[in-house]
């Protein structure tokens, strides 16, 4: 009986053994089906974007956030890594091997900063206030506690333009554009003489563009108060007018105005800064083109993705921390960035940039 026992608890054993063995077998396929089928679409998607700057609309909205589409790796890598599959371990290092070539330099100290100059230096503030967002009283302390050498104002209501008109004794230099519909407004506030100052839309219909020539420390310096339009998504209602449904994304007039734009740059000569709202991350095709003749001060001296908007809510959706970058300071190879860093506080739409730049 005891023999008997022992081997029904021995057989019974075996089986318990076998299905824990059988279900881990089960896990690690499906584990391994799920990061190549992720791994495949991930690459398609990057060679697409790459390969046709034109293509498919969805490749488009994809890019703006091409960062968070690497967020499954966090799971994967683990999973994958504790499966027998010598082929999916191997597949799953390529994407992590991509996220580095993209934005492995965003985590590494900056040693600019810290390394000897005796440059002259020009600090440069980008901020689109919104309308008047969070508060003129607020927007105000926050250049004043910032303190940069020149500020690049957008979306200028008339309210905050009269406020930082009183900053006069701090920024005896300005040029502000405020316009009836404040998101076309824009401004420059300067420490260092403003030459010239001319301020016009890149396409009709477009917000301000503004150019300013600066007397810097007795060097030329332009500067470019720059507000593109976002990307337009095209769909239509369905269901009885309640369901949006996507068709469809158009950067026509974006593209007509980073066209103009480049129009501008190439007729400058000389020191050139860029700063702005441009709607584009900086693995959109019209960063590519602007990064041909410029250098982005926070790719070179800022830390971690430096993600500007939305800060705090977009179209009354609270978010918990800015998502994308679109706010940038670009400058011609001729300055060197220091220093770059987005503020901590903004608005309900965006947060502000400032780089330092060695001349």
């Not at 994809?62 to 960062?67: K, S, V, W």
């Not at 016009?200 to 563009?209: A, I, S």
């Amino acid at each position: 009986m005891l023999v008997l026992e022992r081997t029904f608890t021995s057989v019974m054993a075996g089986k318990d053994g076998m299905g824990l063995q059988s279900l881990k077998r089960g896990t690690g396929r499906v584990v391994v089906a799920a990061s190549n089928v992720y791994v495949t679409a991930l690459l398609v998607l990057v060679a697409l974007h790459r390969l046709l700057p034109e293509g498919p609309w969805w490749v488009t909205l994809a890019a703006y956030a091409l960062p968070y589409l690497f967020l499954p790796l966090l799971a994967l890598v683990p999973l994958v890594m504790q499966t027998r599959s010598r082929s999916a371990k191997m597949l799953i290092c390529i994407p992590c091997l991509l996220f580095v070539l993209l934005y492995g330099n965003l985590f590494v100290p900056n040693l600019a900063s810290a390394s000897p100059h005796n440059d002259a230096t020009l600090s440069v503030m980008t901020y689109n206030v919104t309308t008047g967002d969070p508060g003129v009283d607020e927007i105000v302390a926050i250049i004043e506690a910032e303190s940069p050498d020149v500020v690049a104002l957008q979306e200028l209501p008339q309210e905050l333009a009269e406020a930082v008109g009183h900053l006069g004794e701090e920024y005896p230099y300005q040029a502000l554009h405020a316009t009836p519909n404040p998101y076309s407004g824009c401004g420059v506030l300067s420490r260092f003489p403003i030459l010239e100052d001319e301020a016009f839309p890149l396409v009709e219909g477009g917000h301000l563009y503004q150019r300013v020539l600066l007397d810097v420390y007795g060097r030329e310096v332009h500067l470019l108060d720059v507000h593109l339009q976002p990307p337009h998504l095209l769909g239509e209602l369905r269901g009885g007018s309640r369901l949006f449904v996507p068709l469809g994304v158009s950067t026509e007039v974006q593209d007509q105005e980073l066209a103009r734009l480049l129009e501008e740059l190439d007729r400058l000569e000389g020191t050139v800064v860029v700063a702005g709202d441009f709607n584009m991350t900086d693995q959109s095709t019209g960063y590519g083109k602007l990064t041909e003749r410029l250098l982005d001060a926070h790719r070179e001296a800022g830390w971690g993705f430096g993600n500007t908007f939305p800060d705090g809510q977009v179209r009354s959706i609270p978010t918990p921390f800015p998502l994308i970058r679109i706010d940038y300071v670009f400058h011609s190879p001729d300055m060197r960035a220091l220093t770059a860093y987005v503020g901590d506080k903004g608005g309900p739409n965006h947060r502000f940039l400032v780089a330092e730049l060695s001349l």
